[in-house]
């Protein structure tokens, strides 16, 4: 009989299973999206790319493909439009027109504000095309005007945070004291008066 029951009950195990497989964990992929959004998006990093490539004897223009090449999706398809509309033998001001649609409508309308990737990336595309804009107007060597871009751009960055270290000192004021005027009060103060009273 034992063994009638331990049969039943392995057959119908074994339709559960083969109805409900169980589901196994496995790492999730990454879409391609994702993937291409794991590039460079930093502008101080891909300045210096950029001049260590003209320091190498590139040219402007192949440089700006090599970073786009390697920079983030958001950064990446301005430059390549900066890149293509240069190859195309537009000038450089009208081919920097082109990133304007980049953040734009079909129509030419803005899209409203820009999400928080895409103010960074505005920000990535701008410092690049302020670090080479005199360069390319003036014939200037470029490699040393990128790497001093960089460089105020890293100690922007660094004063800033100096600044919101500083400011978080003055608002820690208020919680701590809030934290611990009450517990001195209460580890202080009270036992001291609750020794004193029977004194009074």
Known sequence: MEGVVTALLLAAGTV??????????????????????????????????????LDAGSSVENALAAVAAVADVDVGIPLSRVHQARL?????????????????????????????????????????????????????????LLRAHALQIRRRRIRAGERKAAALGVHLVLPLGLCSLPAFICL?????????????
């Open 188 to 200: 202080g103060v009270v036992p001291v008066v609750l020794g004193l009273l029977p004194t009074l």
């Open 16 to 53: 559960l299973l083969s109805l409900h497989p169980p589901r196994t964990r496995c790492a999730s992929v990454p879409s391609g999206r994702s993937r291409e959004r794991r590039g460079v998006d930093d502008a101080p990093l891909l300045l210096d790319l950029m001049a260590a490539m």
């Open 88 to 144: 195309l033998g537009a000038a450089w001001d009208d081919a920097w027109e082109m990133v304007a649609m980049t953040w734009t409508e079909p129509g030419g309308r803005s899209r409203g504000p820009l999400r928080g990737g895409e103010q960074r990336a505005a920000r990535t595309v701008d410092a690049v095309r302020r670090g080479l804009q005199f360069a390319v107007a003036t014939g200037a060597p470029s490699a040393e």
